[in-house]
């Protein structure tokens, strides 16, 4: 199946700091892009979906300033969560689709845990 | 919007016996149905989907069958094994919307355990 690699897989930051996590497809070009944020023993929970080239659509209650998504290629999209507080601990997973329709299928990244101290 | 609720939450079988993972979903439209396995601290695997058109589906020890209906889908795996530990998210997804978006909501995950 097709790759989705994630970097870093582990952060350890200060709060007020900012973090950039980036989400690429190996082996295709993704069309649309995903973040997810997965609390322990939790579910995954979308934060915004974004194509390449165009703004992401973020969902409710994801604040869109603290939580900057960039898709500047078909491979290449970037998770940016800014002056990141203890709160903003969790784990987050990048996900891409090659093409939309019934037929397309998505592909995780292995994730990246954030820690803010 | 979309709502997926999955049951149970927790799951011990022995190995060898079959386990049986529930879904719902509220949204008619939604057309198409994945189930992902998740290891601890490791991103969610596609084992086995089904499309609204299709009422099951079977790869090997595992079989998903849907009743759009009533709206709910099942995962079914068989001959257990201590591999199969592992927690199962289902997910629902929609058609695209005016943004040319399908968005996809995943269930609140089974933890299964098999017992050797």
């Known amino acids: 199946g097709a790759v989705v690699s994630q970097h870093p897989s582990r952060v350890i930051c200060k709060s007020g700091t900012s973090v950039k996590i980036e989400c690429r497809s190996l082996?295709?070009?993704?069309?649309?892009m995903f973040w997810y944020r997965q609390f322990p023993k939790q579910s995954l929970m979308l934060m915004a979906t974004?194509?390449?080239?165009?703004?992401?659509?973020?969902e409710q209650g994801v604040e869109k300033d603290k939580f900057l998504i960039n898709h500047a290629s078909l491979t290449l999209s970037t998770l940016t969560v800014t002056s990141a507080h203890p709160e903003d601990s969790s784990f987050y997973i990048c996900?891409?689709?090659?093409?939309?329709?019934?037929?397309?299928?998505?592909?995780f990244g292995p994730g990246t845990r954030l820690t803010v101290t | 919007g979309e709502n997926v609720e999955q049951h149970p939450s927790t799951l011990s079988v022995q190995e060898g016996d079959s386990a049986v993972i529930k879904c719902t979903y509220s949204?008619?439209?939604?057309?198409?149905f994945p189930w992902y396995k998740q290891e601890l601290g490791k991103r969610p695997q596609l084992i086995i989907d089904?499309?609204?058109?299709?009422g099951e589906k079977k790869d090997q020890r595992i079989a998903v069958t849907l009743n759009k209906t009533a709206k709910h889908f099942s995962l079914h795996i068989t001959e257990t094994q201590p591999e199969d530990s592992a927690v199962y998210f289902c997910?629902?997804?929609?058609?695209?919307?005016?943004?040319?978006?399908?968005?996809?909501?995943f269930g609140t995950g089974t933890k299964l355990q098999v017992i050797p």
């Open positions: 996900s891409a689709r090659a093409r939309e329709g019934l037929y397309s299928e998505q592909y």
């Open positions: 082996d295709f070009q993704a069309t649309t």
């Open positions: 974004s194509n390449e080239g165009s703004k992401a659509t973020y």
């Open positions: 949204d008619s439209a939604s057309n198409y």
């Open positions: 089904i499309r609204s058109n299709v």
């Open positions: 997910a629902a997804r929609t058609p695209p919307n005016s943004g040319g978006y399908q968005k996809v909501t």
